[in-house]
């Protein structure tokens, strides 16, 4: 009788145990599924934020560094043209001080040059006489720089190349004076020449540079006027002369502006 009260004990025990077992594991089965769930979803949004936050702190950082960067170039570029512009600019003021100087010490030298009126009055020969004379020219109201003058000629002090020109008018107001220059033909030759002369060996040999003129018939009246213009550009050496020769010589203008001679250098 005790024996079978103890298994009936026994088995009310062990049912009870296995219900409250049952009981206990009903209970907090849910509750663990429910920590887990929420510790996974902490764990998720944990990794998103920290993997944001990690690419914006680098997008950031990249960022940053160009910036910085670029302002750092900048800067320094900056820096460099104000700190190159005085150096620059006082490059330019003691270049210029420097060809100020060149050119005090060696000031250019003056080019020869001549430009001669001609003389008056003019008495060269008589009237009705056609031969060809040389003109002289008014040194005193002309120009002369390292060249000279002398008895119609103009002297060469420096050799190189050289324009030379020479202008010369005719001019008549009666024509009661030309009939003893008249030519058969009723014209008259008005001629000028250009004549270099040089200096070789101790002697002196004259050559027709330019020659150019034209046989006029005048008209009638009280004034005709005709004038003669040459230039050409010669070899010329220390010590040559060049003078200027017309026909007729007694027929030209007295005019100063009509009738000049000159020459100047034009190189070495």
């Not at 409250?20 to 429910?34: N, Q, V, Y």
């Not at 570029?77 to 003021?93: G, H, K, N, T, W």
């Amino acid at each position: 009788m005790a024996s079978a009260d103890y298994r009936s004990y026994l088995h009310e025990h062990r049912a009870d145990v296995e219900g409250g077992h049952a009981r206990k594991h009903a209970g907090t089965e849910p509750t663990c599924r429910s920590l887990m769930l929420g510790a996974l979803a902490i764990m998720g949004a944990l990794q998103v934020a920290s993997s944001v936050a990690i690419l914006l702190h680098l997008t950031g950082y990249l960022h940053e560094v160009d910036f910085s960067t670029d302002y750092s170039s900048v800067q320094q570029a900056s820096v460099e043209d104000i700190q190159s512009e005085p150096i620059r600019a006082d490059a330019l003021r003691d270049t210029r001080k420097k060809d100020r100087v060149k050119c005090q010490k060696h000031p250019r030298d003056p080019v020869p040059s001549a430009h001669l009126p001609i003389m008056v009055p003019i008495n060269y020969v008589k009237k009705g006489e056609i031969e060809v004379t040389m003109i002289q020219w008014k040194e005193s109201h002309g120009h002369l720089q390292k060249m000279r003058y002398h008895d119609g000629r103009l002297l060469i002090e420096e050799a190189g190349l050289y324009s030379v020109y020479a202008k010369t008018c005719f001019r008549y107001y009666d024509e009661s004076d030309m009939t003893s220059v008249y030519l058969q033909d009723g014209s008259t030759q008005l001629i000028q020449y250009i004549y270099h002369e040089k200096h070789t060996q101790n002697t002196i040999k004259p050559a027709v540079l330019m020659k150019s003129g034209s046989t006029k018939s005048w008209k009638n009246g009280l004034y005709n006027m005709y004038c003669e213009q040459q230039s050409g550009i010669f070899v010329l050496k220390e010590g040559d002369g060049l003078f200027v020769k017309v026909s007729n010589s007694w027929l030209l203008d007295p005019d100063p502006e009509g009738s000049y001679f000159g020459a100047f250098k034009i190189s070495n």
